[in-house]
C-alpha cells in the first residue's frame, strides 16, 4: 500500500550491505556460549555491519534498527562439521541401512555416477537451506562425488547462493567414471572462489583416511598432505575409525603427517595410541552420533568419552540424509542420551559414580567446539564481541517451550526447528517470522522433484529396464 511504513525485516535488508547498520537485538534470553559472559537474561545484542559489537544490558544506540526478542533465547549458530550435501534430494532413500557396504553400493555405486552439475547444486542447496531453517549458521559440506569441475563449481555456487557460512571440503568420487580432475583442480577453485580466508565460504581438502574403500588415490598421505599444505588449506577426514584408521594415524605421526589442520571424523574404535597422537598433534574431531550407531560404524559407539579423556572437545555432524535426520537437535539429544547410559551402565552395580556430560556439553560440541573443530571458532561459535553476527533466536513462550526456565536445557530438549523465529548469518537475515527469507519455495520444491525424476530416468536407461521412480526407492 502507498504510504506504508517499511516492515522490519524491509528495514533490515534495505541496509544489509552497509557495513556500519546498527541492530540491537534487545529483552532477550542471551547463551552466548562465550565462558566469560555465560548467560544474560533480558539482556540486549548489538550488532554492527556483519559482527557483533556489544552483549549486555540496558544497551540503548542511537540510530539502531530495535528488534525485540522478549520471550525468546538468542544463541549461536549451529556449526555442523560434516554433511555430504550433494545428497540431499535423496533423503530417506535408505532408512533402514544397516552398514556401511549398503550405503556405499546403494549411494556411492548406484545413485551418485548419475548425478550432473545441476543435481550436485539442487542437493547441496537443498541441504544448506534446510540447515540454516533449522539453526545451522556454518555448515561442512564433504563434496566427495565431484566427477568435473562442473560438478564442484555447481557444489560451491550453491553454498554461495544460500547463504550459509559454508565450507566446501572436495573430494572425488569414490566409483564410477569421472575426469580425474581432482586433488589438482583444487588450485583452480582456490584461485576462482576462495582468493581471502575471510570469506563466507572457504575452501578444505576432503579424504578417506586408508584406501580399503576406494584405493590409494582418496588416502590421507604425503602427496595430499602436500597438496593441503601448497593451497594452505585445511584437511577433513572421513572413514576415521576402527584398526586401519589408527594404524594411519600413528604412521601419520611418525611421518610428520599429524597437525592442526586435520579433522577427524567419525573417530570411532580408534587406539589409545592413535586418540594420544591425535591429541598431540591437536587434530580435532568431529562426531556423527546418529550416523554410528543407526548405520552401525564399527562399534557403533560415539567416542564422546575418548575424546574428552584426551582433552578433545569434539564438533557434531549429520553426515548422511539419505538415512539420517538433518538437524542439530537430534545429534544433540543422541549424543546426550547415549553418553550418559554408557556412563550409568559403566558403574551399575558398583559404588562408582558416573561421569556424565551435560545439556551445556552438548551445546557447546553444537556450537564452539564445531567452529573449532573447523578452525573458524575465531569467526564464529559464540556470541562474543568481534565475531561475526551467526546467531539464531528461539521462541520460548511456544507451546513446547514455556515456561523458560533453563534456557541451555530448553534449546538442547525442548526446542526444534518451528520454535526458530530468525536466523543471522554475518549479520544478514536468513530466516524471519519462521520463514526462510529470499528463498521461492515452490521453485525449489520444483527444481528438488525434476533432479529426482532426472536421476530416475537415467537409472532406468542405466540398468535397462523400466522399474519406475518408486520401486527403486527415489521418492
Do not use: C
Amino acid at each position: 500500500m502507498t504510504g506504508q511504513l517499511p516492515s522490519t525485516l524491509e528495514t533490515l535488508t534495505a541496509a544489509e550491505h552497509d557495513p556500519d547498520r546498527l541492530v540491537l537485538l534487545t529483552g532477550g534470553t542471551v547463551v552466548t556460549m562465550d565462558p566469560a559472559l555465560g548467560t544474560l537474561e533480558r539482556a540486549d545484542v548489538l550488532l554492527r555491519g556483519d559482527r557483533i559489537a556489544e552483549v549486555g544490558r540496558g544497551l540503548t544506540v542511537a540510530d539502531a534498527i530495535v528488534v525485540d526478542v522478549s520471550g525468546s533465547i538468542v544463541a549461536p549458530g549451529f556449526v555442523d562439521t560434516h554433511r555430504h550435501a550433494w545428497q540431499a534430494q535423496m533423503r530417506r532413500t535408505i532408512p533402514d541401512v544397516d552398514d556401511l557396504v549398503d550405503y556405499l553400493q546403494s549411494t556411492l555405486v548406484r545413485v551418485a555416477p548419475l548425478y550432473g552439475p545441476h543435481d550436485m547444486y539442487v542437493g547441496t542447496r537443498l541441504a544448506a537451506l534446510t540447515a540454516l531453517d533449522g539453526g545451522i549458521t556454518t555448515m561442512l559440506d564433504f563434496s566427495h562425488n565431484s566427477r568435473t569441475r562442473e560438478h564442484s563449481d555447481a557444489a560451491i555456487t550453491a553454498l554461495l547462493d544460500a547463504g550459509i557460512r559454508g565450507v566446501h571440503a572436495s573430494m572425488s568420487p569414490h566409483f564410477g567414471d569421472w575426469d580425474q580432475q581432482w586433488p589438482g583442480d583444487l588450485a583452480r577453485l582456490r584461485s576462482t572462489y576462495f582468493s581471502t580466508d575471510d570469506q563466507l565460504v572457504t575452501l578444505r581438502l576432503a579424504a578417506l583416511a586408508t584406501p580399503e574403500i576406494a584405493g590409494a588415490r582418496l588416502a590421507y598421505g604425503h602427496d595430499l598432505a602436500r597438496v593441503a599444505a601448497d593451497l594452505d588449506i585445511g584437511v577433513s577426514l572421513d572413514v576415521m575409525f576402527g584398526a586401519a584408521a589408527s594404524e594411519a594415524i600413528v604412521r601419520w605421526e611418525r611421518e610428520g603427517l599429524l597437525g592442526p589442520h586435520l579433522e577427524s571424523i567419525h573417530s570411532t574404535a580408534l587406539s589409545a595410541d592413535a586418540w594420544a597422537a591425535m591429541r598431540d598433534a591437536g587434530v580435532t574431531v568431529s562426531l556423527a552420533p546418529t550416523s554410528d550407531m543407526q548405520i552401525g560404524l564399527e562399534d557403533a559407539v560415539p567416542p564422546v568419552d575418548e575424546a574428552l579423556a584426551h582433552g578433545i572437545r569434539p564438533g557434531l555432524s549429520v553426515d548422511v540424509e539419505v538415512a539420517l535426520a538433518s538437524d542439530m537437535f537430534t545429534q544433540m539429544r543422541t549424543l546426550l542420551a547415549v553418553q550418559r547410559m554408557r556412563a550409568v551402565h559403566a558403574v551399575y552395580g558398583t559404588d562408582d559414580e558416573p561421569v556424565r556430560i551435560t545439556t551445556r556439553d552438548v551445546l557447546d560440541f553444537a556450537t564452539l567446539s564445531g567452529a573449532r573443530t573447523l578452525r573458524l571458532d575465531h569467526t564464529t561459535g559464540s556470541i562474543t564481541p568481534g565475531k561475526q553476527a551467526d546467531l539464531m533466536v528461539i521462541d520460548a513462550e511456544d507451546l513446547n517451550t514455556m515456561p523458560l526456565h533453563d534456557p541451555i536445557g530448553t534449546i538442547v530438549l525442548g526446542a526444534d526447528r518451528s520454535n526458530i523465529t530468525s536466523v543471522w548469518v554475518a549479520g544478514r537475515v536468513r530466516k524471519w517470522a519462521r520463514r526462510l527469507v529470499g528463498v521461492d519455495l515452490g521453485g525449489l520444491h520444483a527444481q528438488v522433484h525434476d533432479s529426482v525424476d532426472a536421476i530416475a530416468e537415467r537409472l532406468t536407461r542405466h540398468q535397462g529396464n523400466t522399474v519406475d521412480a518408486t520401486e527403486r526407492g527415489l521418492t
